[in-house]
C-alpha cells in the first residue's frame, strides 16, 4: 500500500498531538491539584484516582482502555476476511468479559477495598507464590497487550504516511508516559474522555460515508450488490457469501476471540484499576454500560470499513494488500484512503494516535502500578512511603514506555510478527489465569495450589498443546503457523480450562475457607493496618444514598474517628473516606449477574446462533436494518461516553471556573 500523506505529515500527528495533550493534560492537572480536592502528588490519587471516580467518567474511561488499535484495526480485518459475522463475534469478545466485569468489580470493593493490584491480593491470599504467579501473569498480558497497541498504530502510520515504523514505535510511548507521569491515572480518565469524542465521531462520519454518501459506494444497495459478486468467495461460509453468518472461520474466531478478551480484561491490571479508581456506588454500572457502549466501536468498523475494503477490492484502481499488510490491519486503512482520499487518510491517522494514546496510557498506568506497588514496595524498600512509592510509579511509566518500544521493534523487525499474530497468541499466554485471579476475589475456598497451579500450570500446558498442535496438524512449527487459526484455537481453550480446571478442582478437594475479613481495609502501603467499622449518622447516610446505617470505613491504624480522617489522609496519602456498603455490593453482585445473563444470553444464542444455523444470506432490506441499528447504536453510545461525563461533571467544572476568574 503506498502512502497518500507526506512522512511529515506523521511526524506531525505524533511529535505535535503529542506535545498538544502533555501540555494540556498538565495543565489539567495543576489546576486539579490547585482547584480541587484531588492532588496527583497523593499516590492513592495517581495510581486510583482516589477510589471515587464517577459512573460517567468511569464508563468513558473503561470504552476507552479496551479500545486500543486492535479493536479499530483488527475487527475491519475480520470483515474483511470471514464476512459480515466477524466483527460481531470480534465485539462479542469484549462485551462478554467487560460484562462479567461488573459482577467481580462489586466482590472486588466488598472484599478488598483498598486493594489496588490482582498479584496484592494473590499475596494477601497466598503468599509470594500466589504474588509472583499473578505479577508475572500481568506483565505478560500487559507486555503482550502494549506490543498489540504499538504495533497496530505504527502499521497505519506507515501505510498513511510513509514514516518509520521504528520511529512510531518509540515517539508514541515517549509523548504519552510525559502527561501520564504528572497527572497519573486520573489524567488518562480524562484523556480517554476526550480521544472517545474524536473516535466516535470519526466512527459516525465512516457510517454515513460508506452507506449514505460516497459516491463510489454511498449506498447498501451498492454494497449489498458488490459483496455478492466479490471474485473470490470465502471457504467456509455459505455460498462463499461475506453477508452470512453461517460460516465455519467465524465459529472458530468466536471461541478465539471470547477466550482473548477472557484473559485480557482479567489479566490485564489497567482493568482492574478502573474497579478500584471507581466509586463504590458506580462501579457495576459502569463496566456493564461500558460493554453495551463499546460494542458498536469494533462492529461499525467491520460493518463500514472492514466489508468497504472487501467490497471494493475488484476495483482495479483498489490498492492491493499483502498477507502481513491484512494482519497488520490495513484494509481500513485502504477503504478509508480509497472512499475519502486525503481526508480519509488524515482522519485514520488522527484515529489510530488518539486510540493509541488513550489506551497505552492505561497500560503506562497498569504496569507502573505493577512495578511500585508490588516490586518497589514489595521487595526492594518494603518500608518505602507513600511518596517513595508515588516517586517509583512516576519513574516506571518511563520504563515500561521504553520496555514496550523495544519489544514491539523486536517483533516487527526480527520476529516479523504483527499485530494479528499477537491478538491469536494472546488468549494462549493469559487465559489460564482467568479462573485464579477472578476467583481470588469472589471464592472463599481457592487455595494456593488451586491460584499458583491454575495460573501458570495452565500456561505450561496451554503452551505445549499449541506447540504440539502445530506440529501435528501443520507439519512445522513456525512462526506463520503458530497464528494458525486451528492452532491458536486449541491453546486458547487449553489455556482457559487447564486453568480453571486446576484451580477449581484442587480447591474442592482441599478447601482454604479464606476469611475475606482479612482482606479488607488491608493496603499493601500500610502493612499491618486495618480498619474500624465506623457507625455513619443518620443525615449522612442518606447524603451518600445508602438505606443501611453501619458501613465499613477504613480510618487508619490507630483508630481515630471519622474527625480525624483527613489528617489520616495528609499523613499516608490514602482515601479513607470511601463508604463501602456491604448490603448495596451484595445486591449489585445478585442483580448483574441476572443482567449479565440477559445480556449474553441475547447477544451470544440468540441473535447470532439463528443467523448461523440455517442457510441465509443478508438481503438488502435486513442489511439496511443491520447498518441502521449500528448507526442508532452509535449516538447512544456519544450520548453515554461523551456528553454524560460533561453534565455529571458541571458543578465541579463550575466551580472550577469561577475559582479560575476570581483568581485572574
Not at 98 to 124: C, D, H, Q, R, W
Not at 546 to 570: A, M, P, R
Not at 589 to 601: D, Q, S, T
Request: charged residues 15%.
Amino acid at each position: 500500500m503506498q502512502p497518500s500523506l507526506p512522512s511529515a505529515a506523521g511526524y506531525a500527528v505524533i511529535v505535535g498531538g503529542g506535545a498538544f495533550f502533555a501540555i494540556v493534560m498538565n495543565y489539567v492537572t495543576y489546576i486539579q491539584n490547585k482547584f480541587s480536592k484531588y492532588n496527583s502528588r497523593k499516590v492513592d490519587e495517581f495510581v486510583s484516582g482516589s477510589r471515587s471516580i464517577g459512573f460517567g467518567l468511569m464508563l468513558s474511561g473503561i470504552l476507552s482502555n479496551w479500545t486500543w488499535s486492535l479493536t479499530i484495526l483488527e475487527s475491519a480485518v475480520k470483515s474483511y476476511t470471514i464476512g459480515i459475522s466477524g466483527s460481531y463475534w470480534y465485539a462479542i469478545g469484549g462485551l462478554l468479559q467487560v460484562s462479567v466485569f461488573s459482577i467481580i468489580s462489586s466482590k472486588i470493593k466488598k472484599n478488598a477495598n483498598l486493594v489496588t493490584t490482582f498479584p496484592e491480593m494473590g499475596y494477601f491470599r497466598f503468599g509470594r507464590a500466589g504474588h509472583l504467579s499473578f505479577l508475572f501473569c500481568g506483565f505478560l498480558c500487559n507486555a503482550i497487550v502494549s506490543s498489540c497497541i504499538l504495533l497496530g498504530g505504527s502499521s497505519v502510520f506507515q501505510a498513511i504516511t510513509g514514516i518509520s515504523q521504528y520511529a512510531t514505535i518509540f515517539l508514541i510511548p515517549f509523548g504519552v508516559a510525559i502527561y501520564v507521569s504528572f497527572g497519573g491515572l486520573r489524567a488518562t480518565f480524562i484523556s480517554d474522555a476526550s480521544h472517545t469524542t474524536i473516535i466516535l465521531i470519526f466512527l459516525i462520519v465512516f457510517a454515513f460515508e460508506v452507506y449514505v454518501s460516497n459516491e463510489k459506494l454511498g449506498s447498501v444497495s451498492k454494497m449489498w450488490e458488490l459483496l455478492e459478486t466479490v471474485p473470490e468467495p470465502i471457504s467456509g461460509n455459505y455460498n462463499g457469501s461475506f453477508l452470512t453468518f453461517k460460516s465455519s472461520q467465524g465459529g472458530i474466531f468466536a471461541i478465539i476471540s471470547i477466550i482473548t478478551g477472557f484473559g485480557l480484561v482479567v489479566n490485564d491490571q489497567a482493568y482492574l484499576s478502573r474497579a478500584v479508581a471507581a466509586d463504590p456506588r458506580v462501579t457495576s454500572r459502569a463496566y456493564f454500560f461500558a460493554s453495551i457502549c463499546w460494542f458498536v466501536i469494533p462492529l461499525s468498523m467491520g460493518l463500514t470499513l472492514g466489508l468497504a475494503a472487501q467490497a471494493l477490492s475488484g476495483n482495479p484502481d483498489f490498492p492491493t494488500l499483502s498477507e502481513f499488510e491484512v494482519g497488520e490491519g490495513l484494509p481500513a486503512v485502504a477503504a478509508a484512503v480509497y472512499l475519502m482520499g486525503k481526508t480519509g487518510s488524515a482522519m485514520m491517522l488522527v484515529l489510530i494516535f488518539f486510540s493509541v494514546t488513550s489506551s497505552f496510557a492505561g497500560e503506562l498506568i497498569a504496569t507502573s502500578t505493577l512495578m511500585s506497588y508490588d516490586i518497589f514496595k514489595r521487595y526492594i524498600k518494603p518500608n518505602a512511603s507513600p511518596n517513595e512509592v508515588v516517586r517509583a510509579a512516576k519513574i516506571s511509566v518511563f520504563l515500561w514506555a521504553a520496555f514496550a518500544s523495544g519489544l514491539a521493534a523486536i517483533f516487527y523487525g526480527a520476529a516479523k510478527i504483527n499485530m494479528g499474530w499477537l491478538f491469536n497468541f494472546l488468549g494462549v499466554s493469559t487465559a489460564s489465569a482467568v479462573f485464579p485471579i477472578a476467583l481470588s476475589f469472589t471464592w472463599k475456598d481457592l487455595n494456593k495450589v488451586g491460584a499458583v497451579g491454575g495460573s501458570i500450570g495452565g500456561m505450561v500446558l496451554a503452551f505445549i498443546v499449541w506447540l504440539v498442535t502445530c506440529k501435528a496438524y501443520l507439519g512445522e512449527i513456525n512462526v506463520t503457523n503458530l497464528s494458525n487459526t486451528w492452532v491458536s484455537f486449541a491453546g486458547n481453550l487449553t489455556a482457559l480450562f487447564a486453568g480453571g480446571i486446576i484451580a477449581i478442582v484442587s480447591s474442592l478437594i482441599k478447601p482454604a475457607n479464606f476469611n475475606f475479613d482479612d482482606t479488607r481495609n488491608r493496603t499493601s502501603l500500610v502493612e499491618n493496618t486495618k480498619g474500624t467499622i465506623g457507625i455513619v449518622k443518620s443525615h449522612d447516610f442518606e447524603e451518600a444514598g445508602f438505606n443501611e446505617k453501619e458501613l465499613d470505613i477504613q480510618v487508619g491504624d490507630n483508630e481515630q474517628t471519622s474527625e480525624s480522617d483527613s489528617q489520616v489522609d495528609s499523613d499516608l496519602d490514602i482515601n479513607f473516606n470511601v463508604i463501602i456498603d456491604h448490603k448495596h455490593l451484595d445486591q449489585q453482585f445478585k442483580k448483574y449477574i441476572v443482567y449479565v445473563g440477559i445480556l449474553a444470553f441475547i447477544m451470544t444464542l440468540l441473535i447470532p446462533v439463528p443467523l448461523g444455523n440455517v442457510n441465509y444470506i443478508f438481503s438488502k432490506g435486513f442489511l439496511t436494518a443491520w447498518v441502521v441499528i449500528d448507526i442508532i447504536w452509535l449516538f447512544f453510545s456519544f450520548t453515554f461516553v461523551v456528553l454524560l461525563p460533561v453534565f455529571e461533571a458541571r458543578k465541579t467544572l463550575w466551580d472550577i471556573a469561577k475559582k479560575l476568574v476570581r483568581r485572574s
